[in-house]
């Protein structure tokens, strides 16, 4: 298949880089491509950003079968752009198409266009520490037809929004609560994909949250309320003794490419990284017997986020005196030195645009 290209008339002026916030401003020219059924996904195009035209019947509308992605490209000393582990979040894509009844796509073919797209945007790309330019694939059913069915026809697009520094202050440790009433998603359901349905269902839990003082929910498994699954839109782990802990993966935890990273990492650095069950019991008695020395949420916007203070059911637990350790201070500062080129990338995480 062929990228075509089409001018933009003007471009936009660009905005303060030094305070660019998350997912506020969008670039110059986006990526597109079509679906039909019977033909396949075809017309794969870069075209100036702008509004798409919807009947008021389209599918994704209604019934919500879209799915998305998140990854960043960053500014690399030398002026490359480096783009963190593209083919995992076109493959985790894909697992989220299955789920979703969504039809597959040629994942090398997209990590080509992201590679061109973020080449014909490099002058949106910061260059300050801690600023990337957020890459937002997503795929929405476009038929006009009521009726909870699976979509013929769908659209593929990339927007891309230059965004500031997570910790613009420094690392600082969020305060998080312990749903104990909401869930988000459940074995069976749509929990490991990257679907609209997900983070509909955590917004109600959010903002409960946040009237009482939190910045994020801690989710517990749907059926018991007994085990962790994730904090957030972001996986967790704990350090308990020498030990380093996050919940396996069971059918409603995003499998995220930040986890699955940090986990490679500190196997190879000579932690006991382990993959299961963990309830928030443990958690709690650890903590009562000083044994829990960390607990963190790894993910592409913030890469690591210390946990400072979680609330379950009234009872508050300080973790660490509300400061980052060692082991996520270790996972943030190496990944972000891949991602900027700062450290040696001897895992072959970074493609070049
Ligand atoms: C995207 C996401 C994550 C983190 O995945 P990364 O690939 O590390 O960015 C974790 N949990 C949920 C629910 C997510 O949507």
Redesign the pocket.
Known sequence: MELRFEKAEKLKEKPDMNNLGFGQYFTDYMFVMDYKEGKGWYDPRIVPYGPIEMDPSCMVLHYGQTVFE?LKAYKGENGEILLFRPEKNMARLNISNERMCIPQFDEAFMVEAIRKLVKTEEDWIPSLPGTSLYIRPFIIATDSKLGVHPGTTYKFIIVLSPVGSYYPQGVKPVDIYVEDVYCRAVKGGTGFA?TAA?YAASLKAQKVAEEKGYTQVLWLDAIEKKYVE?VG???VFFVIDNEVITPELNGSI?A????MSAIELLKDAGYRVSERKISIQEVYTAASEGRLNEAFG???AAVISPIGEFCWDGVKLPVNNGEIGPVAAKIYDTITGIQSGRIEDKYGWITKA
């Open positions: 998140g990257k997900n994730e839109t972001m996986n995003l995220g490419i930040t986890r790894t993910g592409t």
